[in-house]
């Protein structure tokens, strides 16, 4: 149980273009998912929390117009990279928070994101 | 805030010896712990997470951790290295009211290598 799947698991872009990335939670209801960040052999930066329902409460120093994030449901959020530039190229991980299981976050796969 | 030390970024262990990953937490409060694996180019897997009560946590593929308060510590052991036990192990701990569910702050990693 608690399996969370990203889509895609790899994207690259064009400068200037947009990516969406999607995180379900397949087997149970999220009502809080988390989206990280994670540049090569260093360790997880939050960037937000996403709840179900509402707007998405985002860590300082992210940019919340560059990095739009939708919880229209209680399996699915969605990040979606805007103007992507290449320094934007990173790991993005999402997870999912699961209740009555002991409050823990589960993650998903992860998604390569490559901007040219 | 709430800080994570992992002192050790690279360990070499031989297959079949024993392992420990040291772990030191900041936090006003009880903290909530969690080791978590990443394999290249994957998502983080939970190993074991400590919330209260039994300060020795089992986790899943035979490894442990112990609480120790005194301490700040949450060190992650195994009595037997496997060579497929080799990854980045990432300690965390959990803020608020809801530990888990709350923001987690990452400690950087420790890269994992067996050697045969």
């Known amino acids: 149980g608690a399996v969370v799947s990203q889509h895609p698991s790899r994207v690259i872009c064009k400068s200037g273009t947009s990516v969406k990335i999607e995180c379900r939670s397949l087997?149970?209801?999220?009502?809080?998912m988390f989206w990280y960040r994670q540049f090569p052999k260093q360790s997880l930066m939050l960037m937000a929390t996403?709840?179900?329902?509402?707007?998405?409460?985002?860590e300082q120093g992210v940019e919340k117009d560059k990095f739009l994030i939708n919880h229209a449901s209680l399996t699915l959020s969605t990040l979606t990279v805007t103007s992507a530039h290449p320094e934007d190229s990173s790991f993005y991980i999402c997870?999912?928070?699961?209740?009555?299981?002991?409050?823990?976050?589960?993650f998903g796969p992860g998604t390569r994101l490559t901007v040219l | 805030a709430q800080s994570v030390t992992q002192p050790d970024i690279h360990i070499t262990v031989s297959e079949g010896a024993s392992l420990e990953l040291r772990c030191n937490y900041s936090?006003?409060?009880?903290?909530?712990l969690f080791w978590y694996v990443q394999s290249p180019g994957q998502g983080l897997q939970l190993l074991l997470k400590?919330?209260?009560?039994?300060?020795l946590v089992q986790g899943i593929k035979g490894f442990e951790a112990e609480f120790k308060r005194s301490q700040s510590s949450f060190n992650l052991r195994k009595p037997s290295v496997h060579w497929s036990d080799a990854a980045e192990y990432f300690c965390?701990?959990?803020?608020?009211?809801?530990?888990?569910?709350?923001?987690?702050?990452f400690g950087t990693g420790t890269q994992l290598k067996v050697e045969l």
């Open positions: 087997d149970f209801q999220a009502t809080t």
């Open positions: 400590y919330f209260s009560g039994d300060t």
């Open positions: 965390a701990v959990g803020a608020g009211l809801t530990g888990g569910g709350n923001k987690l702050t």
């Open positions: 936090y006003g409060a009880t903290p909530y």
């Open positions: 997870s999912a928070r699961v209740l009555g299981l002991g409050d823990t976050q589960y």
């Open positions: 996403s709840n179900e329902g509402s707007k998405a409460t985002y």
